[in-house]
């Protein structure tokens, strides 16, 4: 606390990112990072944008990302009027707080959802309806029929995992013809329907997706937006009112890269998603229940076992998984999927500690 800070900053809850470890071989299942690396084309478009001596570096980037968008677009049959490229899809998400949920009726979003949502609300002032996911962590979209300024939801949603089918997505951009309504796809590689396809035939919509999980690039800091052209401008007004260089030389190399390499793209998500499958059926077994899970991680619970001593004993076996303090989900754990040899680590460690 101190009396130099602005009277806003005493009122923040800010977010609380997944422990990253001091630790030499922590088995990290805690934040839905990617098990695998990235394609090798991307670690060669990295040294060739660095050159011999690093010299590339004096010069500011595009700050346009103007090569990079090109290539999301081709990719998604998309013009590049329609993509937005930030520093990760958690800074997209802050600049369609500022750039379209600011309205007088509150937005939507689940009860249950990403929780990164309610502090950009809070740092941005929008008024927001937490939405009550029903008794199996499943999204009705017929409870978000209120009047509102915005409806905003993860697909698949996080930390549950479960997706709604597109069908439902248009339902719900049906039912909300005149605000925004925000597809956040950091997961949907892994096993859910893609809205971009709807872009064309709903000016309201906005799909948010990010390189981190499916692309293994977390640590390069790169996401998107999609949508109607005048969305994608009122978010590069915000952002051209922040920072016009969100975007380094090497993560817009690195993200261009990965979209050239659909093959290993597409192995890295088959073989998440084969562990993935694998580890719900351990799970399972061993009698958590799990919710079905299209991301990269899995949602579980013990009806025997308490989640925080679960996850404080896993802690001490240097095995990192996700527990939330938060109503309704404080007994389950958030699983990120790891490679099968992790996997089989935690399982393992799981049947030791509950016998
Ligand atoms: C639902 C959801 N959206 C967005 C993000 C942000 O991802 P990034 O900022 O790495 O693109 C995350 C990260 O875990 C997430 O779970």
Redesign the pocket.
């Known amino acids: 606390m101190s009396r130099f800070w602005s009277d806003i900053v005493h009122t923040l809850t800010p977010y609380v990112p997944g422990e990253q470890p001091a630790l030499a071989h922590p088995i990290k299942l805690n934040?839905?990072e990617n098990p695998y690396p990235p394609s090798p084309r991307v670690v060669e478009a990295v040294r060739r944008e660095l050159g011999e001596d690093g010299a590339t570096l004096r010069k500011y980037p595009d700050p346009t990302a103007r090569a990079l968008r090109e290539a999301v677009a081709k990719h998604h049959g998309l013009r590049v009027e329609q993509v937005f490229a930030g520093n990760?899809?958690?800074?997209v998400?802050a600049h369609a707080f500022a750039a379209l949920l600011k309205h007088e009726a509150p937005i939507l979003f689940p009860d249950i959802t990403?929780s990164?949502y309610p502090v950009y609300a809070q740092l941005y002032g929008v008024e927001y309806r937490a939405i009550a996911l029903n008794a199996d962590f499943a999204i009705d979209v017929d409870d978000y029929r209120a009047p509102n300024g915005g409806v905003l939801l993860?697909n698949p949603n996080?930390p549950t995992g479960r997706a709604l089918p597109l069908s439902e997505i248009e339902v719900l951009l049906k039912q909300n013809p005149d605000v925004p309504v925000i597809i956040?796809e950091?997961?949907v590689d892994f096993g859910a329907e893609s809205a971009v396809n709807l872009i064309d035939t709903y000016p309201n919509l906005l799909v948010v997706q990010?390189t981190?999980k499916a692309r293994s690039l977390?640590g390069m800091?790169v996401?998107f937006a999609f949508g109607d052209a005048a969305l994608i401008e009122g978010l590069t007004r915000v952002k051209d009112s922040f920072n016009s260089y969100p975007l380094d030389r090497l993560a817009q190399a690195a993200a261009l890269a990965s979209y050239e390499d659909q093959a290993w793209f597409e192995e890295s998500c088959a073989k998440v998603v084969e562990s993935r499958d694998r580890m719900t059926a351990q799970l399972r077994a061993l009698g958590f229940d799990v919710v079905p899970s299209a991301a990269n991680f899995v949602f579980a619970k013990h009806p025997a076992h308490d989640a925080a001593t679960l996850a404080a004993a896993l802690k001490a076996k240097e095995i990192f998984v996700r527990h939330f303090k938060l109503p309704r989900i404080d007994q389950h754990l958030r699983i990120s999927i790891g490679t099968p040899a992790e996997c089989d680590a935690l399982v393992a460690a799981l049947k030791e500690l509950i016998g």
């Open positions: 934040t839905n990760g899809s958690d800074e998400l990403y990164f993860p996080a956040d950091a997961y990010t981190s977390a800091r996401g």
